[in-house]
């Protein structure tokens, strides 16, 4: 079995500040690692995804993450954020072999001020 | 746009009573999971369909249940509603598993009375 955990439940920053946010997954087996976003009222997007080679992950809207295996995190980062970048994001985790089941952490909602 | 799409997107039942939720995945995707996601945690895998076999199951009772239709459009059935049934009910489909992308529709809200 696998778990996800979001440490962080809110993270407040200010517009065009950088931002992270962090990840860690407990597997006994290889995983693929995802983070998805949700607007209010929305379904879920997928924001990038980590299947193998290189560690560093690039995906839509500016956001990046890297895939850390000696200590299972996964954080999603962004150098600058914007209003729009405001919303719930989740961090989710496959067991390679396990079909397309997703286990997803509580989720972490990223505030942008002004 | 994920071209999948949910229906209806907001109801509201009475404890005890059936409901069925449906979902028509992407275009030529043959895999359909099904999240529930309650207000304020993230989404809890139900069960998963592959070519019309429930080939997954997560920790939910029996009276959950789902079919998967040979157009790979699904539902998701819940009897005897229990006011914790309250939640946002994701669909998601893909091509096979294993890492190939997952895509979700915007769910169906439903609220036991």
């Known amino acids: 079995a696998q778990s996800v955990t979001q440490l962080d439940s809110q993270v407040p920053v200010f517009e065009e500040a950088p931002v992270e946010l962090r990840c860690n997954y407990s597997s006994s087996v290889s995983v693929y690692l995802f983070w998805y976003v949700q607007y209010p009222n929305q379904g879920l997007q997928l924001l990038l995804k980590?299947?193998?080679?290189?560690?560093l992950v690039k995906g839509i809207n500016g956001f990046e993450a890297e895939f850390n295996k000696s200590q299972t995190s996964f954080h999603l980062r962004k150098p600058s954020v914007h209003i729009s970048d405001t919303a719930e994001y989740f961090c989710?985790?496959?067991?390679?072999?396990?079909?397309?089941?997703?286990?997803f952490g509580t989720g972490t909602q990223l505030k942008v001020e002004l | 746009e994920t071209g999948v799409t949910q229906s209806p997107t907001h109801l509201i039942k009475t404890r005890g009573q059936q409901v069925t939720l449906r979902c028509s995945s992407q275009?030529?995707?043959?895999?359909v999971s099904w999240y529930q996601q309650a207000l304020g945690q993230g989404p809890q895998f139900i069960f998963q369909?592959?070519?019309?076999?429930?080939?997954g199951r997560g920790n939910f009772p029996p009276r959950f249940s789902g079919l998967q239709f040979p157009n790979y459009s699904s539902e998701l059935n819940v009897n005897a509603l229990e006011l914790d049934d309250s939640a946002l009910y994701l669909c998601?489909?893909?091509?096979?598993?294993?890492?190939?992308?997952?895509?979700f529709g915007e769910g169906s809200w439903l609220t036991v009375v």
């Open positions: 369909y592959y070519r019309e076999e429930e080939n």
């Open positions: 275009s030529g995707h043959n895999t």
């Open positions: 980590y299947l193998s080679g290189s560690t």
């Open positions: 989710a985790v496959i067991s390679t072999g396990g079909g397309n089941k997703l286990t």
């Open positions: 998601a489909s893909s091509l096979g598993y294993s890492g190939n992308t997952i895509y």
